[in-house]
């Protein structure tokens, strides 16, 4: 699997938009890129994830960028309970490959 | 259609008891991944199972632990002769049957914590 790169921090004010980058430059054609969150002492979150396109959904928008390096989660409107860790993984999904490996992620902290 | 169920939330043992952790994956799952969480640190891989059959077994210790997914009922996360340094939330996770279609999420469950004294 690529390795990631993500800011181990993060600050964001409530109500605007919290952008979280993440650097995969060894990612390869095949791999995925996926966003979990672990908000304090639960299990964590799926959020979303992308191969090249840009993709939204209910929780968050990924926007990947057309080298595929690096990509983006965007919360559009972030509130306090998106406070949490944030984590980049990148794999290629399929048989023999299932687990996830999780780094250090980015803490977010949304600011009242 | 309940998520990924794990029991006990918390658990207590002594130095030297066992501790055995349960997971009841999503209705439709197969596949059940354990990962540990020590105290102020990262989710580590610990084992991946499918039923009856240990599929990835290495980020387990070599000794004291144990896992099992049978045909029947939950899957289990065993520890023999705890020691502190055990003390950590563990989580299980669930998946359907992979496939090359790019969703392969995992769904995990709200944890399980040991306290070892």
């Known amino acids: 699997d690529a390795k990631t790169t993500q800011p181990p921090s993060m600050d964001c004010a409530e109500g605007r938009a919290a952008n979280l980058p993440c650097n995969h430059s060894t990612i390869s054609g095949n791999e995925y890129v996926y966003w979990y969150r672990q908000i304090h002492s639960q299990g964590p979150q799926y959020i979303i994830h992308?191969?090249?396109n840009n993709e939204t959904n209910e929780m968050a928008s990924l926007i990947i960028t057309e080298d595929r390096k690096s990509s983006t989660l965007i919360l559009p409107h972030a509130t306090l309970r998106d406070t949490a860790v944030y984590y980049c993984i990148v794999r290629v999904p399929g048989p023999g490959n299932e687990k996830l490996t999780f780094g250090t992620g980015t803490r977010l902290t949304i600011i009242p | 259609n309940a998520g990924v169920m794990q029991n006990p939330r918390h658990l207590v043992r002594r130095r030297g008891q066992e501790a055995r952790l349960r997971c009841s994956p999503m209705k439709g799952h197969s596949h059940v991944y354990w990962y540990r969480q020590l105290p102020e640190e990262g989710l580590k891989f610990m084992v991946y199972?499918?039923?009856?059959?240990?599929?990835?077994e290495s980020g387990m210790p070599k000794e004291r632990f144990s896992a099992e997914f049978p045909k029947e009922g939950p899957s289990i996360l065993r520890i023999q002769q705890v020691v502190r340094g055990d003390s950590a939330a563990y989580f299980c996770?669930?998946?359907?049957?992979?496939?090359?279609?790019?969703?392969?999420?995992?769904?995990f469950g709200a944890g399980s914590r040991l306290t070892v004294l």
């Open positions: 992308g191969l090249k």
């Open positions: 996770a669930s998946s359907p049957k992979t496939g090359n279609t790019g969703a392969n999420v995992l769904t």
């Open positions: 199972l499918q039923k009856e059959n240990i599929i990835d």
